[in-house]
């Protein structure tokens, strides 16, 4: 049909926006030259870059688990998913400029705030394109390889995103606590990865015999 795409080309390109993003992170972690003198103390305080970058590290790294399972449960894609699949790439690359401002403006009292929130936003925005692509492609299920099912996809879409109303929470405490919410964001992000979830073998061959 001419409006299906093979998927093998999407998810290389996906991979390389994941690559860059997460690769982009660590430029903004850097000890200043007038810090040279006192170089232990100047690496320690950096500690607002480091928990910056460790968390969208893990963001991403999760956010990838998320698109590959996704994606490996896909013999197709329509103009829908390629579409949304190109904002939602769009909301990740995005990820680094947030993640510098808040590491930045961590110690800012007055900038710290709206910092924590607008990179709580920013993940908001990417779970909810996350969320919407998995709707998608549960509304197109001859899309799917032969050898899934859509309450398997179901079930693995409701493992691998992120808990949109965690983020709502995490936000809100954004507004009284920042720092409290840097971590809290970092646990969300660990959560991700945690109960993401590969492929289940026995599942597949069972698929095949019937």
């Known amino acids: 049909m001419s409006d299906r795409w093979s998927t093998g080309r999407i998810a290389s390109f996906s991979d390389g926006v994941f690559a860059i993003a997460i690769t982009l992170l660590i430029l903004d972690v850097a000890v200043p030259a007038s810090a040279f003198d ?44 390629m579409r949304l699949n190109l904002l939602f790439l769009m909301a990740v690359s995005f990820l680094p400029f947030p993640t510098g401002l808040m590491a930045e ?13 607008f990179y709580g936003l920013t993940l908001l925005v990417i779970s909810v394109l996350l969320r919407v692509l998995w709707e998608a492609i549960l509304r197109r299920p001859d899309l799917l390889d032969p050898d899934m099912s859509v309450d398997e996809v179901k079930e693995n879409s409701r493992a691998s995103t992120p808990n949109i109303g965690f983020y709502v929470a995490v936000i809100a ?38």
């Open 38 to 81: 006192h170089l232990w103390k100047g690496i320690a305080h950096q500690w607002p870059s480091y928990l910056a970058y460790v968390t969208s590290f893990v963001t991403i790294g999760g956010l990838w688990m998320a698109h590959h399972a996704i994606f490996r449960r896909l013999q197709y894609a329509d103009a829908t998913v």
């Open 105 to 117: 403006a961590i110690r800012d009292t007055e900038a710290e705030r709206a910092a924590v929130v």
């Open 173 to 210: 405490l954004a507004l009284l606590l920042p720092k409290v919410a840097v971590f809290g964001y970092l646990v969300i992000a660990i959560a991700a990865v945690w109960r993401a979830r590969g492929d289940d073998p026995q599942r597949h061959r069972l698929a095949r015999s019937v």
